[in-house]
């Protein structure tokens, strides 16, 4: 069922590279990550830091990094065949997102490379970041603030109305740990939920629905909290925005490739659909510029997951699968590859 | 009406259904006759539909047609006709607009909040008083919910760091502060504040209040003054009525126990909080956040806040949702027509 033998999940390190008598193991980064993690991380590692080397990253792998056993990726920097092709000693991967669709699974498996992920640490944090888009979507709270500091209510008189959020029929687009806390915190505020997913969840009270289709015909919003696979990819299309309908809002907290960008963006100039909350987008930091005029769009730069609580959990995460990985013990957020 | 009492149930001949049905028909038309006359002043342009359903039923007079300078001639003009004021938030019925209405018998009230009602006026002529409970709960919970996740989530700057370009330029936005799991102080926990509370509860807040009493129903931590309450939460919602008790109630020292990692949510009225200490404490640093949607002196709001990022600013929009604004308005008709046709108030105050 899964490509990696067990052994990997464990990440053999038993070799003693990396880590002679007191010297600290190395672990090659690609970008300066966050200071807090940095600082966290210089402490306890000897850290490869391309960025601050005036030769080309090539060059820099190839004179540094050939004996490198461990890499930290942040800010989803993409893991693919070549970069693994010049990590030739390279036997773990920790990525600090929850998310995984910018490292190449396969190729990691193929070459016995165990690979760690920030497991459900970020899932309250989004979750609350998911329901806080929508209510400023349905009730334009960005939209009437933006009104208020141009000095327009005194000038123009009140905002027009919003939408209720109560008995709004929510739909989630994966139940897993984030759909399932957005689900319970939408469920106090009087919505009904219905779901769809990779299966059915009997323990749920969830409706559920075989097809994003389906489950958007029968939905007044789309919450969308899956993972971004090839099954995945452009799962909100166009048939999908028509399903939903004009009034229907979707709200955006996964990847921004699980949505047709070109056709919602199309969809919310003919008012074919009612709004949008996105933190995610398909080419990351570009942004259509359609989107900046609209009252009925709320746009956030990939930050659901930014919160000070989680930085230094993020850190204490990062840090143990490490010293796990360094230590021949058990990952504590193993990314299993399923074949 | 005892218009059919039991002791014509032996005797339902066709004669004695005709001159049933014939008597319904005389009171029905005699309501719509007497609503049509009944003179209603709706004090500001609250909602078109409630304006045209109140144009339609009764005789309307919009206050809003005479010029301010000219409102007591106004209302002189058409005291004998007026029986009724539909009031809101902006404008209610003041002693001195009670007094020039001889004829006032009920003021309907556009929300939940009634410090521009002169309750006091109304006892002492008689005047009945309704209001629109229970509808407004749900979106003004919602709305001090997302007002507490807009503020410390910095959700409208980031929104407007992305449309100016920033995200390109500059790079990511800054770490933000999280919402769940913080403690979430409530003054007053009438309806709206239970509703408030119950929804911060799905976000593992733990929950505390201030209220005129404990509330033995609950087993949330009670505080009885507001002080102790800012001191042992991180967000604070008000949601009290404004009274002479409550004006100001958030002031320099409660702000100050708030502190600079607390947030201020105001979803009651603007005279509660003490707006120049506020300003001064946002900007001092003195206090984390704030998201506001109502002020002091309504429709304007102190530029000073405009500038920063750690105050959401949004305007008087607490009920203001479709179907909220036709519940409400449909409540005020209803209460009109009972009182028009004699029959119990649905909502009323007194």
Known sequence: ?????????????????????????????????????????????????????????????????????????????????????ALPALRFIVTTSSGVNHIDLAECARRGIAVANAGTIFSLDVAEYAVGLLIDVLRRVSASDRYVRRGLWPRAGDYPLGSKLGSKRVGIVGLGSIGSEIAKRLEAFGCSISYFSRSRKPQVPYTYFPSVGDLAAESNVLVLSCALTKETYHIINRDVMSALGKDGIIINVGRGALVDEAELVKHLMQGEIGGAGLDVFEHEPAVPEELFCMDNVVLSAHFAVHTLEMSSELCQLMIANLNAFFSDRPLLTPVLVRT | MGVMDGSDSDNRSPLNLGGYLAIQWTAVHWVERAMESFGVLLAARIDPYLEAELDRRFKLFRLWESPPAQRREFLRENAEAIRAVVGSPALGADAEMIDLLPRLEIVANFGVGLDKVDLRRCRDRGVRVVYTPDVVTDDTADLAIGLAIAAMRRICDSDRYLKDGSWKGKGDYKLTSKFSGKTVGILGLGRIGQAVAKRAEGFGCPICYCSRSEKRHTSYKYYPSVLELAANCQVLVVACPLTEETRHIINREVIDALGPKGVLVNVGRGPHVDECELVSALHDGRLGAAGLDVFEHEPHVPERLFGLDNVILVPHIGTDTLETSKAMADLILENLEAHVSNRPLPTPVF
């Open chain 1, 1 to 85: 069922m899964f490509g990696l033998p067990r052994s990997h999940l464990m990440a053999s390190g038993s070799e003693s590279q990396g880590r002679r008598g007191t010297e600290r193991p190395q672990v090659l980064l690609l970008r300066r990550p966050l200071s807090v993690l940095h600082e966290a991380l210089s402490a306890r590692f000897q850290l490869l830091r391309p960025w601050e080397s005036p030769v080309p990253f090539d060059r820099f792998l190839a004179a540094h990094a050939a004996g490198v056993r461990a890499l930290l990726v942040t800010g989803l920097t993409p893991v693919d065949g070549p970069l693994l092709d």
